[in-house]
């Protein structure tokens, strides 16, 4: 008995076991539940067991389901892109430019606040600046820059992706400094002492010594912006539908068997994806 | 020091854009919940007014406002004690190998990962189909953990990463238990960390939206309230509720960050407190 609880197995065990028990209920069995519903079938009242690839036949078999998950990887691309884009300069900043620690937390921390507040009061903070009647559009129309007012800026692909880019670049933004702020600063001083430009130091040097937080960071905002169905409701006004919308669209009409079939799509979509990435940085020695 | 290059003003200036970009719709909603009783969603003011706060505190017209703030508030605090406890205790597991520790890692990033749609309807199945009646404290609760419990992880990872065993060798020297090991030398060593796992555990639970879309039941949690009110009010009274609420996650984070602050200070102060262990 004293060898048994003294074994790293069994210890090891025991203090993950809350853990393990959490995922294990909430986490698991509902994947497995989600799979399992995904083979049955749906009256308009109820759903019935059956072992039917009906929901599967209609889901690949409908074109809409392609123009939606294209739509979904458009949207990720697109928002991966810029919230690198953002998201490496915004840390690039940090860790290079700001001298002292404190001023590094303190502008870190300003960065971070309101991912820790409301995403859904942050998109509602969109609409008196994108509406038709709104900052933007009179801003633009005082400035003669346009004479009238643009009606692409609200409820379109534009303020989707604005909204993606606007509560994901976090998830870029402090990996990448994580890793940034580990660099060896030797390194940058050899660089320059050998000759380096500005240009060469940051393309040979510091993006390279980056790519881990890139990844992670790449990790977050790819599975954010696929499985998420909320932004896309509500920036694109009910017009742009993604794989989330699809899904949540058939919850609502109570379809919980068609709606389990795209979630196991979706899920089987972002677990490759993570997959390949995962190939490419070890997570746990980047902490 | 030497003089700042060019590129520092570039840099600085995209910064301060993006914080723009950050903070400015929130500040615009704050700046418009002050709307004249006659305003409306958008600029310009129609004078001056708390008349929005007013009417978020008198009428029940705009539903159960008071009553999901408290399912929030109290499933928030819940969720926070038991990322932190369930957090550290991973933690501590996984500063050692063991056997399928690393399909227990994959499992937390999954957990990390996975569309937060797929928890909602999966766990409103499962409690549907076991005949078990879904609330925001059970199935609501335990949706919540997928994704706090991952955060909890993470920041322990990077704790214990960083953890200096040789603290923990020369208690054990001493003659400590394993017990008295963590609870003397460990976590007084990572309570400040501890501060940051609880933000990430009340302040992910208390904006959760998509998670809890399927597992609350029949009672409204505050983000479910809000964002039903998006579809159904038209006036600046949901400017006022939006910035009554960021105030207050404002106010909690700052409190969050205001004791680690003190806790690292009371640490400098004091030093070592060698020998008052019991």
Known sequence: ?287 | MEPRPRSFYVLATFFGLYVLFLYGPTITIGILSFQGPGGGLTFPMQGVSLNWFHELFETQAVGDIWGSFRRSFALGLMVMVTTIVVSVMGGLAFRKRFRGSAVLFYLVITALVIPSILISLGVGLVFTQAGVPIHWATSGFGAQLTWTLPFGLLVMFAVFNRFNPAYEEAARDQGASAWQVVRHVVLPIIAPSLMGVALFGFTLSYDEFARMLLTSGSYNTLPLEIYGMTTNVTTPVIFALGTLTTAFSFVVIAAFLVSVWVMNRRRARHGSDAGKAV
């Not at chain 1, 998830?171 to 030797?186: C, K, Q, Y």
Request: charged letters at 10%.
């Open chain 1, 1 to 287: 008995m004293q060898r048994l609880l003294k074994s790293a197995d069994v210890t090891g065990w025991l203090l993950a076991a809350p853990l393990v028990l959490v995922l294990a209920v909430f986490l698991i069995l509902p994947v497995v539940m989600i799979a399992v519903v995904s083979f049955w079938q749906a009256t308009e009242f109820s759903i019935v067991p059956a072992f039917s690839f009906e929901n599967y036949e209609f889901l690949f078999g409908s074109a809409v389901t392609y123009d939606v998950f294209w739509n979904t990887f458009r949207y990720a691309l697109i928002t991966w892109a810029l919230t690198l884009g953002v998201g490496f300069t915004v840390a690039y900043f940090l860790a290079f430019h700001v001298r002292t620690l404190t001023w590094q937390i303190a502008l870190a921390l300003i960065c971070t606040v309101p991912f820790w507040t409301s995403n859904v009061i942050r998109m509602i903070s969109w609409i008196p600046f994108l509406g038709r009647n709104g900052i933007a559009n009179s801003t633009l129309l005082s400035m003669g820059v346009i004479d009238q007012p643009l009606e692409w800026l609200l409820f379109s692909d534009f303020s989707v992706i604005l909204a993606f880019v606007h509560i994901n670049t976090i998830f870029m933004v402090i990996p990448i400094l994580n890793t940034m702020m580990r660099i060896d600063r030797s390194l940058i001083e050899a660089a320059r002492d050998a000759g380096a430009s500005g240009a060469q130091i940051l393309w040979n040097v510091i993006i390279p010594l980056t790519k881990p937080g890139i990844m992670i960071g790449t990790i977050f905002v790819l599975t954010l912006v696929m499985g998420d169905f909320v932004t896309v409701r509500f920036m694109s006004g009910s017009q742009s539908a993604n794989v989330g919308r699809l899904i949540s669209n058939d919850v609502g009409l109570l379809q919980y068997p068609s709606a389990s079939a795209t979630a196991v799509v979706l899920l089987v979509t972002v677990l490759m994806v993570v997959g390949l990435l995962l190939r490419l940085v070890d997570i746990r020695k980047e902490l």
